[in-house]
């Protein structure tokens, strides 16, 4: 806990913007550690991510939300509902923008969201580091002249570039606090979570268009093995809504679910620091993301956000 309460300061930021902006790998450089997957699909964040950064006079915590994007389906929904909500509970929100794209409909969408907030608004134009820099100027303008930004920052979150100019100003609009979570805490989901998300990445990283927003991850069992201390047994199963959905999961003569399970142990012995026996199924679950009761079996539980 922090030595004197007067001086240190904390709170809340939400990043919020379009699909694949790169939000999720701002989150992992940031504490770096990896708690949010990444993936070139957009809308692989599902539930907000809460990631915490504890430095000497400050403690930042990170919200990463699911792209904004028009829902398809209750799945979808729930989404944008926990994207929205984040809004009104947070100190500054970080509206990132891709330096590649021209600014688009869903841009304006979020804009529009943001309007009337009293919250304190940072345009962050990521992955600088694909443009040339003469490029940045319009980019700042076409912008602009959009919404009143508390600040417009340039970033590389893949490269690092200006990180550490966003943090120093994030950390001179937050308000005095307290130091919310331990200073070794990097998130506040339990292992669970993060272990499915790292599978769900290797299937999203792995698989073909059609199946990466088909697939939930549910870790049926966590336990330490009995014979060998130092080994951790992990048994999960990949959930798909067809079945030529599960032939392609588990690839020819199971491929390919060996080497979801290959990639996703390699993370998952970072995460737990300790040998890990990975198991893996995969089962059909027709139209699960348009039924309620299997979004709340799957984690997506509205009463948390």
Not at 113 to 141: A, M, S
Not at 214 to 231: C, G, L, P, Q
Request: aromatic content about 6%; overall charge neutral.
């Amino acid at each position: 806990m922090q030595e004197n309460i007067s001086n240190y300061k904390s709170g809340f930021i939400s990043i919020i913007g379009r699909p694949n902006v790169g939000k999720s790998t701002f989150l992992n450089r940031v504490i770096g550690q990896k708690i949010a997957i990444m993936s070139d699909k957009p809308q692989t964040t599902r539930n907000k991510i809460q990631g915490v950064l504890t430095r000497e006079q400050s403690q930042m915590v990170f919200i990463d939300t699911p792209g904004i994007h028009k829902p398809k389906h209750k799945l979808g929904e729930f989404m944008i509902k926990v994207s929205k909500n984040t809004l009104r509970e947070v100190d500054v929100i970080m509206f990132m923008v891709n330096a590649e794209q021209a600014i688009g409909k869903g841009d304006e969408f979020i804009l529009e969201l943001l309007e009337g907030t009293k919250t304190p608004v940072f345009l962050v134009i990521n992955k600088i580091d694909q443009i040339h820099p003469d490029e940045l100027i319009g980019i700042i303008d076409s912008y602009k002249g959009k919404f009143d930004f508390a600040e417009i920052i340039p970033i590389s979150a893949l490269e690092g570039n200006n990180i550490e100019n966003l943090l120093a100003t994030i950390e001179n609009y937050l308000p005095e606090g307290p130091q919310y979570y331990p200073a070794d805490q990097i998130t506040d989901h339990p292992e669970r979570f993060i272990i499915s998300e790292l599978i769900r990445e290797k299937v999203l990283h792995l698989t073909r268009e059609e199946i990466p927003h088909s697939i939930a991850v549910v870790i049926d069992k966590i336990k330490r093995d009995e014979e060998n201390e130092n080994m951790i047994r992990v048994q999960a199963t990949i959930m798909v809504e067809r079945d030529s959905q599960k032939g392609i999961v588990i690839g020819k003569r199971g491929a390919l679910l060996k080497e979801v399970g290959t990639l996703a142990r390699k993370d998952i012995e970072m995460l737990l620091g300790s040998k890990v026996f990975l198991e893996l199924w995969v089962k059909v679950q027709k139209d699960w993301r348009n039924k309620m009761t299997h979004l709340r079996d799957f984690g997506y539980r509205e009463d948390e956000y």
